[in-house]
């Protein structure tokens, strides 16, 4: 009677993991034809742009309608613009997914990943934007000529419109040897710069903290050099001065000329 017993559980057991076994093998074959033409999109965009919209396609080749659920979303940059939940795909259907992402301010490999939740199972999507740097591109000897005499009739040029781009944004949250590399070396030690613009990396630790102060709060007035300081209408906040100073100065004592 035990033995019977034990072969009664043993097969209850046996047709219940059966029929598990048969409800996720249909479900893997449903996942496996659900299909996108792409699950990863790659487009390119130039600085200042705001937005980049891209378009997943994909189809239902099966018998039975999929439901599209939800999407995980991690980045409010991310929108998908899709019909009200649940979105019934019907069989054999195609469809698009329209994909807006925001790129305001970004530059350089922005990248962004989602999931959708569908009846059967998740699809993980990623939309990749390569948003020109304007740091990295060079200028052409037209718009070199055009910033010169700009720059020349006001140095605060160079923060302001298109020219912001490269003195102003790349020195947002940079201290010390970054900010140098930033707001100094990106004209001081290019080797395309002006001949009137002085190359520095060999002055650097070389004069007084105060020389370094005068030219950088403060530029000099007639030149290409404007002042960086908040107060004379650049960029760059105290304590962002303090430690290019800090990067810059010896511990001697020096004159400004």
Sequence with gaps: MLGLTRSIFTNSIQRRLWVVFLILTCREDVMAQLQWDLTALYTEAVYGSNQETMTFTFSNPTAASIDIVAFEIHCGCVEVKHPDLPWTIPSGTTQALPVDLNIRGKKGLFQQSFVVMTSAGKV??????????????????????????????????????????????????????????????????????????????????????????????NGKKGSLMPGFGKAQGGPLSGSQISTLLHYLSAPSSGKVP
């Design 124 to 217: 993980p999507l990623t939309v990749e934007v390569d948003i020109e740097d304007p740091v990295r591109r060079p200028m052409t000897k037209e718009e070199r000529s055009r910033n010169k005499h700009f720059a020349m009739e006001d140095a605060r040029a160079i923060f302001k419109g298109e020219c912001a781009s490269c003195h102003v944004l790349p020195t947002k949250g940079k201290y010390g040897p970054t900010l140098y590399d930033a707001a100094c070396g990106i004209c001081h030690d290019s080797a395309k710069r002006d001949p009137v613009v002085p190359y520095l990396k060999d002055k650097i630790k070389k004069k007084s903290r105060e020389y370094w102060r005068q030219w950088t709060v």
